[in-house]
Nanobody, 126 residues
């Protein structure tokens, strides 16, 4: 059974940076995609970024392009989300999620992910 743990959230000022970490246990398969999603109060969950198991494919939602960067360790897990120039609208609970398989298409669709972490709160003050 896969268990994901998201960590690294906190309360910061606008313009600051944070790095989120997604660790996983129970990975007994080779191919996967890890995605970061977020959910602000009163809003639907939205896609933030994703990375393939090889690290050669990444994707981002438009609002974070150029500010957020997803990467993975050489050992492939953990997966990091470096968040720079944070804005108040980035305030949300951030979740990491994992799906099995050697494909990257539709990585922005939360419904394609089978395993989810517990979330870490990111609060950005103006």
């Amino acid at each position: 059974q896969v268990q994901l743990v998201a960590s690294g959230g906190g309360s910061v000022q606008a313009g600051d940076s944070l790095r989120l970490t997604c660790t996983a246990s129970g990975l007994n398969f080779r191919f996967w995609t890890v995605g970061w999603f977020r959910q602000a109060p009163g809003k639907e969950r939205e896609f933030v970024a994703a990375i393939s198991w090889s690290g050669t494919e990444t994707s981002y939602t438009d609002s974070v392009k150029g500010r957020f960067f997803i990467s993975r360790d050489n050992a492939k897990i953990p997966v990091y989300l470096q968040m720079n120039n944070l804005k108040p609208e980035d305030t949300a609970v951030y979740y990491c999620a994992l799906r099995r398989g050697d494909y990257f298409i539709a990585s922005e669709r939360g419904s394609t992910y089978s395993d989810w972490g517990q979330g870490t709160q990111v609060t950005v003050a103006s």
